[in-house]
């Protein structure tokens, strides 16, 4: 399926959308700087479990590294254009509906300059502007001189982590080694602002102390060049101003979107869902935001930054209404082998309408980022097909404990699985007390049906050795039988939810099945069709041949029942 743009050039469109995937960047470049300053800030505070002295110490290459003016310009830089940035992606967001920690990531983001704009004042501006040598000990005594002062420094101190632990955590999950770290990084993130502010309370606890001591204040006073009064009033106002103009900042980012939001209202254009829903919105907001303001469940592990293809879509209708995709979208859609027509949710911004049918389901996990065979999405291509069945298993059942059955169950499918795995198979699904397998699927077609009879005599065996494990409790045998086909099939992952896996469909599926029933009426353990035979060479002098009736095909078909499948030899 063709995209292409209605109005603009691909070439302006592709700028317009490589510039957003820089700034994207340059975003999370920015981030990694202001979390980096955080940390080293957070374990600088933590040093005040072992002594005020050691915050001290702690001190010196902190500011020697953040205040040399190379890193410095690059920090403060860095906090300026974040904030630009992330006030930008908010203006540009068309709703404001979204997961729990996306909202709360914003709203920390927000809540960080008024938490730390005092702080701000105190040190940096104080330092350069008044000459002031800030030191560990009198900032701590004027933040624990006042209850307000300690709780806006333990906001600061959670917010600020927090915060920037979203960012992290929605950039790291889509690492392929990030399931292994997160406990430790996890542990990590709850010990260091917990750490920092034990070490800001014991500072606190010793300043308090030394405070008592006659003298100690006019000293320390003194060998700090502490600012007198008018140099404090005037700090506070520098405090009024700026958070005045904060407050200015937000109200009129909030009004600029109330007012595009006014203008556009009339041009909505409508996102349609499989299921008949409806969804209007203004031109500009992506599939994805579509989704959140209509309720509709949609994947999006990385959060709609482009980055995890997992809010992926297939557009059934409309797809000239979109936009071309960016070369970093292609990329993305590369990686995970998408079909034809797919488009990412978080980056398609529909002009008009457009029905499409998310592919993953909402509960998706950070493994289905990664890499997936073209046949995933669906793909014809010819397989080994194998259905296995317990014989009288309901009749065995109803004479049994229900305990029992369910740990008997367990055992077989387990020893099935094992056999089935250790051919080479991929193990579709279990049904009742049945047993679907596939051979081939993204491997060698030609290996498929000797991978298949090589699983059946496995099977077999495990079955005679469970057999012989349970002689006490089994009056008669467990019997099994199998069936086995071998052709074209349509593989690819089906189903709804967490019930979508990767499964076969098609006439070489309904004849496998066909000749796992036939093992009843032929009475033996395992039928398999010419096909398989020929393409497993199967040596000769194994089994009986026969001609079964399959239902929708006009034509007998050849078989090879086999009495005993451990008596299977593959050429």
């Not at 202001?34 to 001290?56: I, P, Q, R, W």
């Not at 330092?127 to 209850?147: K, M």
């Not at 000749?515 to 194994?542: D, F, W, Y």
């Amino acid at each position: 399926m063709a995209i292409t743009g209605p109005s603009r050039s691909h070439g302006e469109t592709r700028l317009r959308l490589d510039s957003n995937q820089l700034l994207a960047r340059l975003r999370l470049a920015t981030g990694l700087v202001l979390f980096f300053y955080v940390l080293t800030h957070n374990l600088n505070h933590a040093l005040g479990l072992v002594s005020l002295d050691a915050m001290e110490w702690g001190r010196r290459p902190f500011l020697a590294f953040w205040r040399f003016e190379p890193v410095e310009t690059i920090f403060m830089l860095s906090a300026l254009i974040h904030f630009l940035l992330g006030s930008r992606a908010l203006y540009k967001r068309r709703s404001l509906w979204m997961p729990f920690w996306e909202g709360a990531q914003i709203v920390l983001g927000l809540a960080i300059p008024p938490l730390l704009m005092l702080h701000f004042l105190g040190t940096v501006v104080a330092h350069y502007q008044l000459g002031i040598d800030d030191a560990y000990e009198e900032t701590v005594l004027a933040l624990v001189s006042s209850p307000n002062l300690v709780a806006v420094q333990t906001a600061a101190v959670l917010v600020t982590w927090i915060h920037g632990c979203i960012g992290l955590t929605y950039w790291l999950r889509l690492k392929a080694w990030f399931p292994a770290a997160r406990p430790a990084l996890f542990t990590a993130a709850l010990l260091i602002p917990t750490l920092s502010l034990l070490g800001f309370a014991e500072a606190g606890r010793e300043v308090m102390r030394l405070a008592a001591t006659p003298g100690w204040f006019a000293a320390m006073a003194e060998r700090r060049h502490l600012p007198g009064s008018e140099a404090v009033v005037t700090l506070y106002h520098w405090l009024n101003v700026g958070l005045i103009g904060y407050a200015i900042v937000l109200a009129a980012l909030l009004l600029l979107r109330f007012y595009r939001g006014w203008r556009i209202r009339a041009l909505a254009v409508r996102v349609v869902y499989p299921d008949g829903t409806t969804v209007r919105i203004q031109p500009g907001t992506t599939i994805l935001e579509a989704s959140r303001i209509g309720g509709v469940p949609h994947a999006a592990v990385c959060g709609g930054r482009g980055r995890c293809s997992t809010c992926r879509v297939r557009i059934l209708a409309g797809d000239a209404t979109l936009p071309p995709p960016s070369a970093e979208e292609l990329r993305v859609l590369a990686r995970v082998g998408a079909a034809p027509g797919t488009r990412l949710a978080c980056q398609a911004k529909p002009e008009g309408y457009v029905k499409v049918v998310p592919l993953l389901p909402p509960t998706a996990s950070p493994r289905q980022t990664q890499a997936q065979p073209d046949f995933h999405s669906g793909k014809e291509q010819e397989v080994a097909v194998l259905f296995a069945d317990l014989r009288d298993f309901t009749r065995f059942s109803e004479r049994r404990l229900p305990y029992d059955v369910v740990f008997l169950l367990n055992r077989y499918f387990r020893a099935m699985g094992e056999a089935v795995l250790a051919s080479g198979g991929h193990l579709d699904k279990f049904i009742g007390d049945g047993v679907m397998a596939l051979f081939g699927v993204g491997g060698k077609p030609e290996l498929a049906a000797a991978q298949a009879v090589d699983a059946a005599r496995r099977m077999a065996q495990n079955l005679a050795e469970m057999n012989m494990g349970f002689a006490e409790e089994l009056t008669v045998p467990l019997r099994i039988g199998i069936g086995i086909h071998f052709g074209p099939a349509i593989v690819g992952e089906m189903g709804y939810g967490d019930t979508q896996t990767l499964t076969a469909v098609g006439d070489t599926v309904n004849i496998a099945s066909r000749l796992e029933t036939a093992t009843k009426e032929l009475g033996c353990q395992l039928v398999l069709s010419h096909t398989v035979a020929r393409a497993a060479r199967i040596g000769e002098g194994i089994g009986t041949e026969h001609e079964i009736e399959v239902r929708g095909r006009t034509k007998p078909l050849h078989v090879i029942a086999i009495k005993d499948a451990t008596a299977l030899t593959v050429v």
